[in-house]
Structures are given as structure tokens and as C-alpha cells.
């Protein structure tokens, strides 16, 4: 059992020099997984091609992993050792302040952390009461507060009171509190740090990330005053970026250790910064996920594997960086292609209806953001862009949980005005932490984030930093016209397929009119169900691509033909694709690289 003696003679530093020691192992293991993933792997696939250096290049990998595994692990170790100096700091303080007090007053402490005190004149009857003994108590914790227990009797004897008495008993109970709170963070640290080690014969699959992810999961609940209360996620992003700058380096990395899953989600921090912690966190998901065997987990799962593989094709360019990634909701992944912070250009693209983290986002949306990045280089040469996919929110889906087993959360405004905020915060921070003196940015909103889009230019401030905003396959925005979307008409842009039939949906009041129209028949028919209609309206508002919304309509190619492939909307999804539909993937790739002026366009609606 630890005593008032042993906590006192405690040396805090020397928990903090292991830590160091651990936290210096863990950097190493990171540089080594970095040479053997980027330099060795790299390097092999470029210039080798044979089986035997497909077997190289898979054994090359793995050690990848184990080196990743090492970095996690041992990074971890690093924070609990830290975090327990920094908890055992305070109960090992109230002891030196209590020893101190006694000292003063001449009391002394014994090896069991009683308070002896000495005789003295009883200050109403004058006569001398002897010395005594103060036996502490820890007391109560009550919702984070330390109350003393109370006391009664034993304060006199015949002779009378001794004041010493009471101050010798409120030492007492100090020490005794603070042994206690000692004692319950030294078990509480030495079950986790138990936790910490690998079996014999270590093979890192995704049953060793699973449990990586719950070592990971138990360290953030030790480390929560130590390191998360000093986040400052209740800051905008210009304040985080400034908190982030001033750490240390060596706080810096317990952080993306113990935190990635935050640092690497919060607006504001540096691209390469959220890159390492959320790549960092995309293993722990991969293994709590792997753990877990309901269809969402392993939908998520295959769409993290997915996005595994494509960061780990460090030969493929434009780079890829991981700006955001979890599990919560439908789950949440914003990849970049190209640094956001570095470039001139930088578009942020908000995909749509059903779309969630699953293999087909792994695959078909990040593959439009590539598609992008690519065309916008080939457009302009002289200048650098990055291309971002931004799932950020939850996008309404097809499938859902009533009656009839449809959703119609994409009928509603919901998910797209639960997103807006979020959407606005990412953009403030690609605002903050770009270096270029005056970047353009370029929000692009496809089919239902196109509404998310309109849902964020409108809130308060509109979309940060934006220069240009492209809506394609848009059913409405949720405003009348395009300058209410906080640029001018003529910097927002529409691309609306003539046979994808999202963009024609019609209005509510379309619908009642129409119905009406048939109900009653006739003149008086005609004119309650005309007078209802909007001939350009849509669901959400007034058709972008119509003359009366105020946008310019860029070409793009008629699209096939619905259930032409089986797919009642097989034109709604070509918009970014430069083999299916190269006319609008041009135009976007001049709008986002700052050449609008080059767009073909096409009459409005």
C-alpha cells in the first residue's frame, strides 16, 4: 500500500524520463514505417514487376504495420507514464502543503500519516490540556468535490480543549485524502499499463488492431485531464491552428497518439498534421470496426479498407491526404487530393443522396475528386490545386426504418441544414491554415449536397473564404436565387444532364397543382392547379439551371437515357467523369482552377 512518505519522496520526473524514453521508441518506429512504406515499397513497385517482387512487396508491408503497430503501442505507453506523473502531481502537492503547515506549527507526522500535536492552554478555563494524536479520514467525494466526513466528540478531555486540536485534525484528513486519491490513480494506471503488451509471436492482423483500439480507447480515459480538457474544440479554427503552433513538439505527438481520432477531425490544424493523426486513427477503426459484426460496422469497415489501400499507393499522384475520417452516423471521410495547405486552388465537393462510408464512396467519390485534382492541373499548369471530397454529414438514404421500408429524408432539409455548420467550419479552416495570400476556393455541391451547400451559403457569414460555387444533378437549394448564395450570380455555376431526372423534380407545389389540376378538371381546374405551379420550381427550390435563378449554366453532355443501364438515374452520376461526360469535367476543372472564363456554356432552362 502506498504511504504519505513513499508519495512524498515520489520522483515525478523520472515517470516522465520513461515516458520520454517510450515516446522516443515510438518516433522511431514511425520513421521506420515511413522508410519502408514510402522509399523501400515505393521503390519496388516502380521499378520491379514479377512475382517475386509481389512477394516482397507484400512482406514489405507488413513490416509496415509492424512499425505502425510499434508507433501506436509504445506512443501510448509514452501518454499513460505522463498522464500518471501529471495525476500523481496533485495528491503528492497536497501532502508536501500539509507537511509544510505541520512543520510551522510544530506538529509532527507520523510514519502512518497521524498528526502528533503538542500541549497547550485551554483558551476559556486557562489550564494546560495535554497533547495529542490526529488519526486522518480521505472523506467523501461528492459529484467532483471533497467533503470531510463530520466528527463528534473526542475534541475535549477533563482538562479542557486543546486547539491544536482541530487544526491537527484538518492535516490529518488532508493526508489521508490525498494517500487515498494516490492510491486509487496508481491501481487505476497499473491495471491499464497491464493492458499494454503484446502476446508472444506477435502477428499484427486485424485482432491485434482491435485490441490496439481498445488500449487506445482506455488510455483516453486516463489521459482525459492530462491532455483532452486542453483541446480546444470549442474554439474556431483560427484559435486551434494558433494552440496547435504553440505546443511543443513532444505534446504534439502524444496527441496524435492518444487523440487522433480529434486532432485529425478538428478544423483549423494543419493538412499534414490531420493527414498523420487521421491515418494513425484509421488503423484503430479498422480494428474496432473489424470487431464488430453488424452490416453497418462491416460496410464501414470495407470502405476504410478500401481508402487503406488507396493511401497506401504512395506511387499515385496527386498525394492523397486524409483531412477527416470516423465512424459515427453513416460514417465521415474528407479526402484531399493534393496539400489544400499549399495549393492555389482548392475545391471541397459535397457528394449526395445515399451516400455513406462504404466501398462504392471509397471508390466512385473519391475517384471523382482524383478526377479532378487531374483535369484542374492539366487545365492550368502554372498553378496548384487540391481536390477534396467532403463527407462530412449524414446524406440521406433510399432505405430506412418505416412502414413501407422507404426513406424520405431526402424529401427533407435536415440532414443538409444539420451539415451546414460543419461544412462552413471545415471551410473556415482550409481558409486559416492555406498559405497562399489569396487562395481560390471553390465549394461544389452534387445532388443532395448541392442542398448542403445552399444550406450553408445561407447561414450566418455564408461559406468561408468561397470564390466560385458549382452545383451539378441539384434538385434546389433551398433559395430563389443564385445571389443569395453570398457570391454573385455570375460565380455560381450549374451543370444539370438533360435526361437526369434528380434535376427535375418538381416543387411540392408542382405536385399539389398537378393533382388538383386533374381532380377538378376544366377551367377552374386549370387555373387553381396553374396558379399553384412554379414552371421553375423545383423540390427544393427554384431550378438552378432556369434563367429566373440567376446562375450560368455550363454545358454538359445529355447523359443516357433512365434504366438505360438498369439504374433509374444513370446520367446523374457523370458530371465529374472525364470518359462519360468530358465536356462537363472540363468546365468544372476551369472553374476550379480559376478559368471560368473558358467554360462552354448552354442556354438556361
Not at 478500401?306 to 479526402?335: H, Q, S, T, Y
Not at 389540376?517 to 386549370?526: D, E, N, R, T, Y
Request: contains cysteine.
Amino acid at each position: 500500500m502506498l504511504t504519505w512518505l513513499q508519495l512524498l519522496d515520489l520522483k515525478l520526473s523520472e515517470l516522465a524520463h520513461a515516458g520520454d524514453g517510450w515516446g522516443a521508441v515510438s518516433k522511431r518506429a514511425d520513421a521506420s514505417r515511413e522508410l519502408v512504406d514510402v522509399e523501400m515499397v515505393g521503390a519496388l513497385a516502380k521499378t520491379q514487376q514479377s512475382d517475386s517482387a509481389v512477394s516482397a512487396t507484400q512482406r514489405l508491408e507488413r513490416l509496415g504495420r509492424n512499425y505502425q503497430y510499434l508507433h501506436t503501442e509504445c506512443g501510448l505507453i509514452r501518454s499513460t507514464l505522463n498522464s500518471l506523473a501529471s495525476e500523481l502531481a496533485t495528491p503528492q502537492r497536497r501532502v508536501m502543503e500539509a507537511l509544510r503547515e505541520a512543520e510551522t506549527l510544530g506538529y509532527r507526522l507520523s510514519d502512518a500519516g497521524t498528526v502528533e500535536f503538542p500541549a497547550a492552554l485551554d483558551t476559556v478555563t486557562g489550564r494546560e490540556v495535554a497533547g495529542g494524536t490526529a488519526t486522518g479520514s480521505p472523506g467523501i467525494d461528492v459529484l467532483g468535490m471533497h467533503i470531510p466526513l463530520p466528527r463528534y466528540g473526542g475534541a475535549s478531555d477533563e482538562a479542557g480543549v486543546n486547539p491544536h486540536r482541530a487544526r491537527a485534525q484538518e492535516l490529518a484528513d488532508r493526508i489521508a485524502y490525498a494517500v487515498a486519491e494516490a492510491r486509487e490513480i496508481d491501481d487505476r494506471f497499473d491495471q491499464a499499463m497491464g493492458k499494454l503488451k503484446a502476446p508472444p509471436g506477435l502477428t499484427v492482423d486485424d485482432a491485434t488492431w482491435t485490441d490496439a483500439a481498445k488500449d487506445a480507447s482506455a488510455v483516453r480515459d486516463l489521459a482525459g485531464n492530462y491532455l483532452r480538457s486542453q483541446i480546444p474544440t470549442d474554439k474556431d479554427p483560427t484559435e486551434r491552428k494558433q494552440w496547435w503552433l504553440s505546443l511543443p513538439q513532444e505534446k504534439r505527438e502524444e496527441y496524435l497518439t492518444v487523440y487522433p481520432d480529434v486532432i485529425g477531425n478538428l478544423d483549423g490544424i494543419p493538412a499534414t498534421v490531420r493527414d498523420e493523426a487521421n491515418r494513425e486513427n484509421l488503423q484503430l477503426l479498422i480494428g474496432k470496426l473489424a470487431g464488430q459484426h453488424d452490416e453497418r460496422s462491416q460496410s464501414q469497415l470495407d470502405g476504410l479498407l478500401e481508402i487503406d489501400r488507396k493511401l497506401r499507393d504512395e506511387g499515385k499522384k496527386p498525394p492523397m491526404f486524409l483531412l477527416g475520417v470516423g465512424d459515427e452516423g453513416n460514417g465521415r471521410a474528407i479526402v484531399s487530393y493534393g496539400n489544400p495547405d499549399t495549393s492555389q486552388n482548392v475545391s471541397a465537393y459535397v457528394p449526395g443522396l445515399e451516400t455513406g462510408l462504404d466501398k462504392d464512396f471509397a471508390r466512385n467519390d473519391l475517384k471523382r475528386a482524383r478526377d479532378t485534382a487531374l483535369d484542374a492541373a492539366s487545365e492550368d499548369r502554372s498553378s496548384t490545386t487540391a481536390s477534396i471530397v467532403w463527407l462530412g454529414y449524414d446524406a440521406p438514404q433510399l432505405t430506412g426504418t418505416d412502414d413501407i421500408g422507404a426513406n424520405f429524408d431526402v424529401a427533407q432539409t435536415a440532414d443538409a441544414e444539420a451539415g451546414a455548420p460543419a461544412y462552413d467550419s471545415f471551410m473556415k479552416g482550409l481558409t486559416v491554415t492555406n498559405e497562399n495570400s489569396d487562395p481560390h476556393l471553390t465549394a461544389i455541391g452534387h445532388s443532395y449536397g448541392s442542398r448542403l451547400v445552399g444550406a450553408a451559403a445561407v447561414e450566418p457569414g455564408g461559406i468561408p473564404g468561397v470564390d466560385d460555387i458549382i452545383l451539378v444533378g441539384s434538385p434546389g437549394v433551398g433559395v430563389n436565387k443564385a445571389a443569395d448564395l453570398g457570391v454573385s450570380g455570375d460565380h455560381v455555376f450549374v451543370g444539370a444532364a438533360a435526361h437526369d431526372p434528380v434535376t427535375w423534380a418538381p416543387s411540392g407545389k408542382q405536385v399539389i397543382g398537378g393533382v388538383l389540376g386533374s381532380f377538378l378538371g376544366g377551367p377552374v381546374g386549370a387555373v387553381i392547379g396553374g396558379g399553384l405551379a412554379d414552371p421553375h420550381g423545383n423540390w427544393f427550390g427554384k431550378d438552378p439551371a432556369s434563367e429566373a435563378f440567376g446562375a450560368t449554366r455550363f454545358a454538359v453532355d445529355d447523359g443516357p437515357l433512365p434504366f438505360s443501364d438498369g439504374t433509374p438515374t444513370p446520367a446523374h452520376s457523370n458530371y465529374f467523369d472525364p470518359e462519360r461526360d468530358p465536356v462537363s469535367a472540363t468546365n468544372i476543372a476551369r472553374i476550379v482552377s480559376g478559368h471560368s472564363d473558358k467554360i462552354t456554356t448552354e442556354h438556361h432552362r
